[in-house]
T-cell receptor
């Protein structure tokens, strides 16, 4: 299976701490994406990182990509209660992308304790 | 304005019935998708349409039939519903291989 696998499956931290989630995959990719899903809602795109990029930032989010290890990490700094959600990494089903859809990992459920 | 909308949000029905879920996107995207999320939150693609043409049809029973009347709409019709069809179904759209925009989901419960 080429699907991404997140680690850990669940993470509980105190508000204000940093949260790190990891994703591993098996195939060649042209990009890797991270999504957030709040309980009972649809997925929201967070960051897309291309295979020729090593790091990308968006606000309190920092994503790294190591194509040699086929892994990515998502760091959320200074966590807030509103960050409580499930986080998924996703890769295009086919390396060339296009209209081929995404393969999602099983997600990391993040709980921020107030 | 809602970018990707789905109706209904909740659908409770009995085994054997036929039901439809509708999806519309106002983003001007060329590609639309249907995903199924099971009780363990695992998301799997079912179908992909690009400019009204079927691109992906994953190993989905042929009781599931997508229909795209135009680029902005992708509906999902399900015949002879089974207990195992209970899940949350998400519609999404994208432009080429960029990020996908998801609808709010339709929670289908088959009793």
């Amino acid at each position: 299976s080429q699907q991404g696998e997140e680690d850990p499956q669940a993470l509980s931290i105190q508000e204000g701490e940093n949260a790190t989630m990891n994703c591993s995959y098996k195939t060649s990719i042209n990009n890797l994406q991270w999504y957030r899903q709040n309980s009972g809602r649809g997925l929201v795109h967070l960051i897309l990182i291309r295979s020729n990029e090593r790091e990308k930032h968006s606000g309190r989010l920092r994503v790294t990509l190591d194509t040699s290890k086929k892994s990515s990490s998502l760091l959320i700094t200074a966590s807030r209660a509103a960050d409580t959600a499930s986080y998924f990494c996703a890769i295009p089903r086919i390396a060339g992308g296009g209209a081929d859809g995404l393969t999602f990992g099983k997600g990391t459920h993040l709980i921020i304790q107030p | 304005d809602t970018a990707v909308s789905q109706t209904p949000k909740y659908l409770v029905t009995q085994m054997g019935n036929d039901k439809s879920i509708k999806c519309e996107q106002n983003l001007g995207h060329d590609t639309m998708y249907w995903y199924k999320q099971d009780s363990k939150k695992f998301l799997k693609i079912m179908f992909s349409y690009n400019n009204k043409e079927l691109i992906i049809n994953e190993t989905v029973p042929n009781r599931f039939s997508p229909k795209s009347p135009d680029k902005a709409h992708l509906n999902l019709h399900i015949n002879s519903l089974e207990l195992g069809d209970s899940a949350v179904y998400f519609c999404a759209s994208s432009q080429s291989s960029s990020e996908q925009y998801f609808g709010p989901g339709t929670r289908l419960t088959v009793t």
